[in-house]
């Protein structure tokens, strides 16, 4: 059974940085690809990034690039997300996802994790 599970979120100030992992229980051979959602209240699901198996490609939603970076490490099975410059509006539930080709749609991811609280007090 796989399982992905996030850590890493918790309470910080506006302008304080967090990571999250995403540790994956085995390895998933035909997806391959993961990424990051989060959902606010009362929002819809979002994009935030993907990565390739590689890590050699990356893709951002834009309101994230130049301040979230995502990246992974094969040997231990997890994939990052190294948050800076965090706004107020960061605040949701930030969720790893894992797909068998890049999509920035939630539709297209197979395996989900539980979420982690990521809160951004101005």
């Known amino acids: 059974q796989v399982q992905l599970v996030e850590s890493g979120g918790g309470l910080v100030q506006a302008g304080g940085s967090l990571r999250l992992s995403c540790a994956v229980s085995?390895?998933?051979?035909?997806?391959?690809?993961r990424a990051w959602f989060r959902r606010a209240p009362g929002k819809e699901r979002e994009f935030v990034a993907a990565i390739s198996w590689s890590g050699g490609s990356t893709w951002y939603a834009d309101s994230m690039k130049g301040r979230f970076t995502i990246s992974r490490d094969n040997a231990k099975n997890t994939v990052y997300l190294q948050m800076n410059t965090l706004k107020p509006e960061d605040t949701a539930v930030y969720y790893c996802?894992?797909?068998?080709?890049?999509?920035?749609?939630?539709?297209?991811?197979?395996?989900w994790g539980q979420g982690t609280q990521v809160t951004v007090s101005s």
């Open positions: 085995v390895r998933i051979f035909s997806s391959n690809y």
């Open positions: 996802a894992a797909a068998r080709h890049y999509g920035s749609s939630w539709s297209e991811y197979d395996y």
